[in-house]
């Protein structure tokens, strides 16, 4: 038997459920999983155990709750300390309505993350779509597949780090080997590489293999061949500046609406939104759906719909090209655009101590970097912040670390974190929540975090600090909004925000027009911005997409009052394509 063969779980003492799934899974299922029926929960507790010890993965476990069994949510509690990364789901009957309130109330404590309702007839696509999107989600966390790119660099590299989680976020296939593994050796050998610039990146899936060595952002863009800058004489509608959910939203429905649309993105698809692991308030997502997902789903429909895309470069400066805007890109490209749409967000604030910035890389990281999360495999680990991603984060570091410590600078996580997620997070047991606290250092050993001294918020002394065990830290703090690029004339909040509309715009500030802005738009007319960029915005995924799909009216508005001069003629007649406004029109 393949001990590698990823096992699905179920457990019921209902005779009919356990059928009925048995069947389902084996049918759909058995040729990539090794399907594991148990006919009690100690029996699938002596299972899990086992199955732990042999160091086999277990992708999916399933347990019951109805009339006919009323112990699988308890099951499903204790599987997780058996199999944390495990993805858990409670299966119920449909028409059971009366179970509802005490599933719902179960999977909000993190009993489970899933409900799914279990199939009653032939070829169930809603039961088997459950089914899929949670193994690709699980799939998604461990990293494997196919091995699309090599990525070979030292562990506590920062570079490599970078590398690793801008692949992952992108959902390009990638497998890290560290230096020195007989992986890596036999990679670099066969290359003929004895003594390269690491970290040294292969992409295999081009003909021959290119290798490039500690390459930039600018390289691996081009290397990888997907975007690439526009021709100089092709003019946008809209620059969308951002790929997180407002600047994808914005881009799905300019696209769809008929407006050329480029979108220019540095780092990943998804934003932070897209580092999240599970984000369960989204509207249409009843079993949540994770960050990267949600991203890639978008980018995708936005590339079908026609947008334009350059990864991996950043935009460096705007300024006025007589009736158009010019957008500097990192590449040292421009592009000429009748509007612009700040979607950049923000950055997570730095501690700056000192003796953390030094461990960048090399246990301390600022994001919720789901690719470090499965590193972190029976050690202790710290997050610090009080909003969403933070609480998301510490829940997807528990599958893996011995132990997760949220520390917090205020009294409480309720003004600044959702209930369903406090909820969770005091229901998980390797999480432990610690209020009044900021961090004031750090140990280390060989260059690695191995502990971080926390004092308390309101000690007037700053030596008066403990220490906490630590291998990794995440920081998810504050909001640094990523404004720098942009002309001064485009107001901003003391906070740097950008600020929007006629109420938050001074009278002096629109040089460019005789009216008031619009709601979304800054002070420099044609330039607008939405999303956390946004001064007064509220950070949520949803009211980003709100903000993405609201511009674009303004957007119609701006270029029905604002039409290009008469553009040059091509042979035969005809306006030349790539200078054709976009169709003014609202759906």
């Known amino acids: 038997m393949d001990h590698s063969v990823p096992i699905m779980l179920v457990a019921t003492t209902d005779p009919n459920s356990r059928r009925i799934l048995e069947d389902e899974l084996r049918r759909r299922y058995g040729a990539d999983y090794e399907v594991v029926a ?34 699988g949510l308890e099951f499903l509690r204790r599987a997780y300390g058996f199999h944390p990364a495990a993805k858990r789901g409670v299966v119920v009957t449909w028409g059971d309505f009366a179970s509802a ?26 039961f088997h779509g459950a089914i899929t999107d949670a193994l690709d989600d699980w799939h998604l966390a461990q990293g494997v597949g196919f091995e699309a790119v090599r990525l070979i660099g030292e562990v506590g590299d920062q570079r490599t780090h970078m590398l690793r989680d801008s692949l992952s976020r992108n959902h390009i296939p990638a497998v890290f080997h560290p230096v020195g593994s007989e992986t890596a050796q036999r990679t670099l050998e066969s290359l003929g590489l004895r003594s390269p610039v690491l970290p040294v990146m292969v992409l295999e899936f081009t003909a021959p293999p290119i290798v490039l060595e500690n390459p930039s952002n600018e390289e691996i863009a081009e290397a990888m061949g997907v975007t690439r800058p526009p021709p100089a004489d092709r003019i946008f509608d809209v620059v969308v500046v951002g790929a997180g959910p407002s600047g994808l939203a914005t881009a799905v429905y300019a696209s769809s609406e008929g407006l050329s649309t480029m979108v220019v993105e540095g780092e990943a698809v998804g934003g932070q939104a897209g580092t ?50 010019a957008v500097s890109i990192s590449d040292g490209s ?9 979607a950049a967000g923000v950055d997570y604030r730095r501690l700056g101590i000192p003796q953390l910035e030094d461990l960048v890389g090399r246990g301390v990281f600022y994001g919720a970097t789901v690719s470090e999360a499965p590193s972190m495999a029976g050690k202790p680990v710290c ?58 250092g750090a140990r280390h050993q060989d260059g690695f975090l191995t502990a971080v001294k926390v004092a308390a918020s309101e000690a007037s002394d700053a030596t008066a600090s403990e220490e906490i065990e630590a291998a990794g830290l995440f920081v998810l703090i504050g909001s640094v909004p990523r404004t720098s690029w942009l002309p001064a004339t485009v107001e901003r909040d003391p906070a740097g925000f950008l600020r929007t509309g006629a109420r938050d ?42 903000d993405g799909a609201t511009v674009v009216s303004m957007l119609h508005a701006y270029l029905a009052e604002n039409p290009l001069p008469a553009s040059p003629q091509a042979p035969g007649g005809e306006t030349a394509p790539e200078d054709r406004p976009g169709d003014v029109r609202v759906n």
């Open 38 to 71: 148990c006919a009690d929960y100690a029996h699938g507790r002596a299972v899990l155990e086992g199955l732990r010890r042999w160091n086999r993965p277990v992708a999916l476990i399933l347990g019951c709750y109805g009339p006919a069994d009323r112990s």
């Open 101 to 126: 309130p005490t599933v719902f109330r179960a999977i909000a404590q993190g009993y489970a993350e899933l409900v799914i309702i279990r199939p009653e007839r032939s070829r169930d696509e809603e």
């Open 276 to 325: 999240s692991s599970l984000i369960r308030n989204y509207p249409g997502f009843s079993r949540g759906v994770s960050g990267a997902h949600l991203a890639y789903r978008s980018f995708h429909q936005a590339w079908t719909l026609g947008t334009d895309f350059l990864f991996l470069r950043k935009v460096e400066g705007l300024r006025v090209d007589g009736a158009l805007y």
């Open 334 to 342: 421009v592009v000429r655009c009748r509007t612009v749409v700040v």
């Open 383 to 440: 997050v610090v912040g009080g909003g969403n991603s933070a609480g998301q984060a510490v829940l997807h570091l528990a599958k893996y670390a011995k132990k997760v410590m949220l520390l917090v600078r205020g009294p409480t996580l309720s003004v600044s974190m959702s209930e369903y997620l406090i909820s969770q997070l005091e229901a998980t047991r390797n999480v432990a929540i610690r209020y009044r606290a900021v961090l004031v």
């Open 505 to 546: 715009v001074s009278d002096t500030g629109s040089v460019r027009a005789a009216r008031p802005p619009l709601a979304l738009e800054t002070s420099l007319p044609g330039v607008f911005a939405i999303g956390d960029v946004r001064s007064g915005s509220i950070k949520r995924v949803a009211t980003a997409v709100g």
